[in-house]
Nanobody, 119 residues
């Protein structure tokens, strides 16, 4: 019943912006850290940004100053605002969060949303 669903991906020109959103749904009893990771074809999945309940944030060096992560605990959502996009940002972006459900704490991943940045 518990799952993460991303939205907001698409095709954008270099220098443009996109806003990704992720909503946790289901019978959720609690949420720990939330974040975003991305995976380009032929490459390993990498963490892009995370945000704690605090909320303290982490950003990969490659996106610092360009991406902003935020969360709305009341709505169980996490957002990634991406600006000054570069072709190397092209990847499938995945939302993740450790969610407390009926079965205990589980690290969930969304289905992914494609971000394509053209030069």
């Amino acid at each position: 019943q518990v799952r993460l669903v991303e939205s907001g991906g698409g095709l954008v020109q270099a220098g443009g912006s996109l806003r990704l959103s992720c909503a946790a749904s289901g019978s959720i009893l609690g949420i720990n850290d939330m974040g975003w990771a991305r995976q380009a074809p032929g490459k390993q999945r990498e963490v892009v940004a995370t945000i704690s309940r605090g909320p303290t944030t982490y950003y990969a060096d490659s996106v610092k100053g360009r991406f902003t992560i935020s969360r709305d605990s009341a709505k169980n959502t996490v957002t990634l605002q991406m600006t000054s996009l570069k072709p190397e940002d092209t990847a499938v972006y995945y939302c993740n969060a450790k969610l407390l459900g009926g079965g205990g704490w589980v690290d969930y991943w969304g289905q992914g949303t494609q971000v394509t940045v053209s030069s």
